[in-house]
């Protein structure tokens, strides 16, 4: 069985479908983020400048996630560590970096929107991109399969002998139904305390990402694998911390309803 592919040729021109991939899925999340923001009734102008810092800002933290993590093999070859298109990336460590960024801006081009109202808007879509983004981009990377597996759903992947555990695919599936998930508590206005959607996707999304790491992924004695591990279980407390805050908010206010909620949702 052939290895899934990782580039092609276009005459002298080698094209990588890992960025392929990873470019068409941030421009979905663009769309769909854009269309969240219209039906919350939020500002859409500011949108294009905020992408743009906020993927700049998570290539540089994911790559220097990974080259810290790794600095046996990016030590003494300064040439590797910008080559982010061959692979390389730590996904919390983009986040780490790209969220202050995502929330100084909000602060500076949505000044009267709260935080949480604009989260519960975004959240989703981001959910929904990270579900495309593992399946068009880690699926067609270099060494992107996990654990050695004699399983009938194991694939072959460059750089790597024997059967792999195809997790950019099972990570693919989690996220998507994660974001179903989302989008039910939405419509059934199950989740009436602006922030709590945010919440429930972060401790969700820790969590899998955590486990995944664990059991598909890492080995105990990488430390990058032992980072993202703890780095996962720090986004679900962090989404804890959130969810009890907003909680005694509405409470200390006696709000029955979302922070600034002004319109229905009825479809994603």
Do not use: C
């Not at 002998?161 to 195809?166: C, F, L, Q």
Request: no cysteine; charged share 10%; aromatic share 10%.
């Amino acid at each position: 069985m052939s290895s899934v592919p990782t580039s092609f040729h276009v005459g002298p021109l080698v094209f990588h479908l890992y960025g392929f991939g990873l470019a068409i899925a941030a421009y979905v999340t663009y769309l769909y983020i854009e269309r969240r923001l219209r039906r919350h009734a939020l500002s859409t102008a500011p949108l294009t400048r905020w992408t743009v810092a906020i993927i700049i800002a998570s290539l540089i933290g994911a790559r220097a996630a990974n080259v810290v993590t790794n600095w046996g093999y990016y030590s003494g070859h300064p040439g590797r560590w910008l080559a982010f298109w061959q692979g390389g990336i730590s996904s919390f460590g983009g986040i780490g970096f790209a969220l202050p960024v995502a929330l100084y801006l909000h602060h500076r081009w949505w000044p009267d929107t709260s935080l949480a109202r604009f989260a519960d808007s975004v959240v989703p879509a981001l959910v929904a991109g990270w579900a495309l983004g593992r399946v068009l981009g880690p699926q067609f990377m270099v060494q992107g399969g996990g654990h050695l597996t004699h399983q009938w759903f194991g694939l072959h992947y460059v750089g790597q002998v024997g059967k792999r555990v195809p997790v950019p695919l099972i990570q693919g599936a989690e996220d998507g139904t994660l974001w179903l998930v989302l989008l039910g508590l939405e419509r059934r206005r199950i989740v009436r305390t602006a922030g709590v959607l945010t919440a429930i996707a972060m401790i969700a999304w820790g969590i899998e990402r955590t486990v995944d790491e664990h059991l598909l992924l890492g080995q105990q004695s990488h430390s990058g694998s032992i980072g993202v591990q703890l780095a996962g279980l720090v986004l679900s407390l962090g989404g804890v911390i959130l969810w009890v805050h907003q909680g005694r908010r509405r409470r200390a206010r006696g709000e029955n309803a979302p922070d600034g909620a002004t319109t229905t949702i009825h479809s994603p």
